[in-house]
């Protein structure tokens, strides 16, 4: 038996997060019943991230086991002749035995897409809507008392299935382009929710709605009212992971 590692990308808009669950069409299943098509049996595929409903992956690494004699080539080719047009694998190697697609990751990169202005239908899916521009400066000034490692429990959702909610951020930036936003966050880890909460609350102090060091409040009560919202999944981004 060999260790296969894949690099995929998907359009999250129409299933129900990466993790298989019953009566929901997941990333994960569909990937495995791509899987059971090109060598004719269903591994176990082991993903490097719980993404949520309607998240998107630019880049999304998992595992599985197959026999020695199936060619890689079988996987990339074989598996995007089957696989639906919001899933595509773009690379795959032979990889350790005992090399985990999770916890062999050393950090994750996520972004947030917003846009302003007049509405459009092309953007949508993929992107926030807001009809004005926060204050960018602003936001990138709330991104600084981010950094580090801190206590993120107040930065996350009650539905978080770890106790150790301490987590490093290394890098969080705003960016805008024309109409654009991109909200930009690398850490070792994050936690349920987090990254959309994290969001959402930079486009409250934007708004001039929280304070610009809002989040050393939060990081000191652990208090998830004093945060931002839990802004809508269509515009979350598993962009990086880091190995």
């Known amino acids: 038996m060999k260790r296969i590692l894949l690099k995929i990308s998907y359009d999250g808009t129409e299933y129900h997060g990466w993790q298989t669950q019953p009566n929901s069409v997941t990333v994960q299943q569909v990937l495995q019943d791509g899987l059971q098509k090109v060598i004719k049996e269903r591994p176990n595929v082991t993903g490097c991230s719980r993404t949520d409903s309607g ?12 026999p020695d004699n199936i060619p890689n080539k079988a996987f990339l080719m074989g598996l995007n002749s089957v696989l639906p047009d919001d899933i595509a694998v773009t690379a795959c190697e032979t990889v350790e035995n005992d090399f985990h697609a999770r916890y062999n990751a050393k950090g994750k990169n996520y972004i947030y897409r917003m846009y302003f202005g007049v509405r459009d239908p092309f953007l949508s899916r993929y992107a926030l ?13 709330y ?21 150790d909610t301490v987590r490093t951020i290394t890098y969080c930036e705003v960016k805008s382009v024309d109409n654009t936003i991109e909200f930009s966050v690398s850490a070792n880890g994050f936690l349920y929710n987090m990254v959309r909460i994290l ?20 990081f000191e009560t652990g208090d998830r009212s004093k945060a931002g919202p839990t802004l809508a999944p269509n515009g979350l981004f598993l962009n990086k992971v880091y190995y």
């Open 55 to 66: 998240v998107h992956a630019r880049e999304f690494y998992c595992h599985f086991d197959c």
């Open 129 to 141: 809507y807001l009809e004005n521009k926060p204050d960018i400066v602003r936001m990138n000034e």
């Open 143 to 163: 991104c600084t008392t981010l950094l580090g490692k801190h206590d993120f429990i107040g930065f996350s959702s009650s539905g978080r299935t770890v106790e």
């Open 199 to 218: 969001a959402g609350t930079a486009l409250e102090v934007g708004r001039g709605r929280l304070a610009l060091d809002c989040a050393n409040t939060i």
